[in-house]
C-alpha cells in the first residue's frame, strides 16, 4: 500500500510488491487467482489511500481549490473500508481452507527492521507536514525528496553516493515521461472537449439519459469511468474527466438536497476518482489484475473477477458517500457514528455474502 501511494501506479506496485506478496501468499495456501486477486485489490487501493493517494489528490486540489489535506481527511473513511472490506475476505478465504500462517519461527525481525531504518520513513513525514502547513505540493514534494538525501546520511549503509543520486534522478526523470505523457494527453483530450463544446453537449446528454435522478446519473457517470480508465492510468482518467462527467455530476448534485447540494463540486470529484482507480481491476482491461495474474501464473480473467469480488466494497462507497456524505465524515456527530457503525457492519455482511461462508462450523 506504501508503495503504491508513493509510486502512483497500482500496475508498477503489482510489478514491485506482488513479486514477494504472491508467492508468499501460495506459499501458505492460497490459490493463485485468490493470490493475484489481494495483490491488485490492495495495489488498487493504494491510490485511494491517505496521506498520499497516489497523484490523484494532488491533481484534485488544483481543480477544486480544496486544500490537500482536506481532502486526505475526506478519503480516510471510505479508504479504511475498503481496506477492511478486503481483510475480511481473506480472513474468511483462510478461516475456509483452514490456512494457518506462516510460522512465527520462519518471520523476520521487523522490529530490527524499523530500529535499522527507521531514518527512511522520515522524508514521508516531511511531506504530509509541509501539505498540513499549506505549502503547495510542488514546494512540499521537492523539499521532500530533498530530504532524502539527508535523512539517508544518517547511516553509513544507506548512504547515498553521486552514482545512486543519478541512477535515482534517472529514474525519476523515466517515471515523470510517463506520467507526463499521460498527463499531457488527457489535458489534449479536455482541451478538445472545452473547445468543441462536446464537453456541454455530453453533460446536457447526462442529464437527460438520466432525467435529472441522481442514481442514474452516478451509475451513468460509473460506466463512463469505467470506459475511460481502461487505457489510462486513474490520474489521466481523472483529468479527462474534470471536463466531461464531473460538471454534469455536480449539476444534477446542486439540485439534490442541501446536505448533498452544499458539497456538490468535493462529492463529484470523489466519485469519479474513485471509479477512475479501480478500473485497473475491472475486466475487460484490468490491467493491474493481468499484471498480477503474470506473477501468480493464473488465469486472468479469473484473477480480475477475483479482485473484482475483494474490492466490492469500492464499487458501493462512492455512492453511499454521494448519497450520504456523512461517510465523508461530513454532517453531525451523530450522523457520522451511524455511517462509522453501519460501514464495518454493512462491509462484514457483503463479505460473508461473496465468500458464501461465516463460520467453518
Same mark, same amino acid.
Not at 293 to 298: L, N, T
Given at each position: 500500500?506504501?508503495?503504491?501511494?508513493?509510486?502512483?501506479?497500482?500496475?508498477?506496485?503489482?510489478?514491485?510488491?506482488?513479486?514477494?506478496?504472491?508467492?508468499?501468499?501460495?506459499? %501458505?495456501?492460497?490459490?493463485?487467482?485468490?493470490?493475484?486477486?489481494?495483490?491488485?485489490?490492495?495495489?488498487?487501493?493504494?491510490?485511494?489511500?491517505?496521506?498520499?493517494?497516489?497523484?490523484?489528490?494532488?491533481?484534485?486540489?488544483?481543480?477544486?481549490?480544496?486544500?490537500?489535506?482536506?481532502?486526505?481527511?475526506?478519503?480516510?473513511?471510505?479508504?479504511?473500508?475498503?481496506?477492511?472490506?478486503?481483510?475480511?475476505?481473506?480472513?474468511?478465504?483462510?478461516?475456509?481452507?483452514?490456512?494457518?500462517?506462516?510460522?512465527?519461527?520462519?518471520?523476520?525481525?521487523?522490529?530490527?527492521?524499523?530500529?535499522?531504518?527507521?531514518?527512511?520513513?522520515?522524508?514521508?513525514?516531511?511531506?504530509?507536514?509541509?501539505?498540513?502547513?499549506?505549502?503547495?505540493?510542488?514546494?512540499?514534494?521537492?523539499?521532500s525528496i530533498l530530504s532524502?538525501?539527508?535523512?539517508?546520511?544518517?547511516?553509513?549503509?544507506?548512504?547515498?553516493?553521486?552514482?545512486?543520486?543519478?541512477?535515482?534522478?534517472?529514474?525519476?526523470?523515466?517515471?515523470?515521461?510517463? %506520467?507526463?505523457?499521460?498527463?499531457?494527453?488527457?489535458?489534449? %483530450?479536455?482541451?478538445?472537449?472545452?473547445?468543441?463544446?462536446?464537453?456541454?453537449?455530453?453533460?446536457?446528454?447526462?442529464?437527460?439519459?438520466?432525467?435529472?435522478?441522481?442514481?442514474?446519473?452516478?451509475?451513468?457517470?460509473? %460506466?463512463?469511468?469505467?470506459?475511460?480508465?481502461?487505457?489510462?492510468?486513474?490520474?489521466?482518467?481523472?483529468?479527462?474527466?474534470?471536463?466531461?462527467?464531473?460538471?454534469?455530476?455536480?449539476?444534477?448534485?446542486?439540485?439534490?438536497?442541501?446536505?448533498?447540494?452544499?458539497?456538490?463540486?468535493?462529492?463529484?470529484?470523489?466519485?469519479?476518482?474513485?471509479?477512475?482507480?479501480?478500473?485497473?481491476?475491472?475486466?475487460?482491461?484490468?490491467?493491474?489484475?493481468?499484471?498480477?495474474?503474470?506473477?501468480?501464473?493464473?488465469?486472468?480473467?479469473?484473477?480480475?473477477?477475483?479482485?473484482?469480488?475483494?474490492?466490492?466494497?469500492?464499487?458501493?462507497?462512492?455512492?453511499?458517500?454521494?448519497?450520504?456524505?456523512?461517510?465523508?465524515?461530513?454532517?453531525?456527530?451523530?450522523?457520522k457514528i451511524l455511517a462509522?457503525?453501519?460501514?464495518?457492519?454493512?462491509?462484514?455482511?457483503?463479505?460473508?455474502?461473496?465468500?458464501?461462508?461465516?463460520?467453518?462450523?
Amino acid at each position: 500500500m506504501i508503495n503504491g501511494m508513493l509510486s502512483g501506479s497500482a500496475v508498477a506496485n503489482v510489478m514491485t510488491v506482488g513479486t514477494s506478496t504472491i508467492p508468499l501468499m501460495k506459499k %501458505i495456501g492460497y490459490k493463485s487467482t485468490f493470490a493475484g486477486g489481494v495483490e491488485a485489490a490492495a495495489s488498487a487501493g493504494s491510490q485511494i489511500m491517505p496521506p498520499v493517494m497516489g497523484i490523484v489528490a494532488f491533481i484534485m486540489a488544483q481543480y477544486t481549490g480544496i486544500p490537500y489535506v482536506q481532502i486526505a481527511l475526506y478519503a480516510l473513511f471510505p479508504a479504511i473500508l475498503y481496506f477492511w472490506g478486503i481483510g475480511v475476505m481473506v480472513h474468511l478465504e483462510a478461516v475456509k481452507l483452514g490456512l494457518t500462517g506462516v510460522p512465527k519461527k520462519e518471520l523476520p525481525d521487523w522490529k530490527a527492521s524499523l530500529k535499522k531504518k527507521w531514518h527512511l520513513l522520515l522524508p514521508i513525514f516531511v511531506l504530509v507536514a509541509l501539505l498540513m502547513f499549506d505549502y503547495s505540493p510542488s514546494y512540499a514534494v521537492s523539499y521532500s525528496i530533498l530530504s532524502i538525501l539527508i535523512f539517508s546520511s544518517l547511516q553509513k549503509e544507506t548512504r547515498m553516493n553521486w552514482r545512486s543520486i543519478l541512477e535515482a534522478m534517472e529514474d525519476g526523470a523515466k517515471g515523470m515521461m510517463m %506520467i507526463g505523457a499521460a498527463t499531457a494527453t488527457a489535458g489534449i %483530450i479536455s482541451g478538445i472537449f472545452g473547445l468543441t463544446g462536446l464537453g456541454v453537449r455530453f453533460t446536457a446528454l447526462l442529464d437527460d439519459l438520466s432525467g435529472g435522478h441522481l442514481v442514474l446519473a452516478l451509475i451513468l457517470t460509473a %460506466i463512463a469511468s469505467f470506459i475511460l480508465g481502461m487505457g489510462l492510468p486513474p490520474s489521466a482518467s481523472y483529468i479527462v474527466q474534470v471536463a466531461i462527467t464531473i460538471p454534469a455530476l455536480v449539476g444534477i448534485l446542486e439540485s439534490d438536497s442541501p446536505a448533498v447540494a452544499e458539497h456538490a463540486l468535493l462529492l463529484a470529484h470523489m466519485f469519479v476518482m474513485y471509479f477512475a482507480s479501480i478500473a485497473v481491476i475491472t475486466p475487460p482491461d484490468a490491467l493491474a489484475a493481468f499484471a498480477a495474474a503474470a506473477i501468480a501464473k493464473s488465469n486472468p480473467v479469473t484473477t480480475a473477477l477475483t479482485a473484482t469480488k475483494l474490492a466490492f466494497v469500492t464499487y458501493v462507497i462512492p455512492f453511499m458517500f454521494v448519497l450520504n456524505p456523512a461517510y465523508l465524515m461530513i454532517g453531525p456527530t451523530f450522523d457520522k457514528i451511524l455511517a462509522v457503525l453501519t460501514g464495518f457492519l454493512g462491509v462484514v455482511a457483503f463479505g460473508v455474502f461473496f465468500q458464501g461462508f461465516l463460520n467453518q462450523n
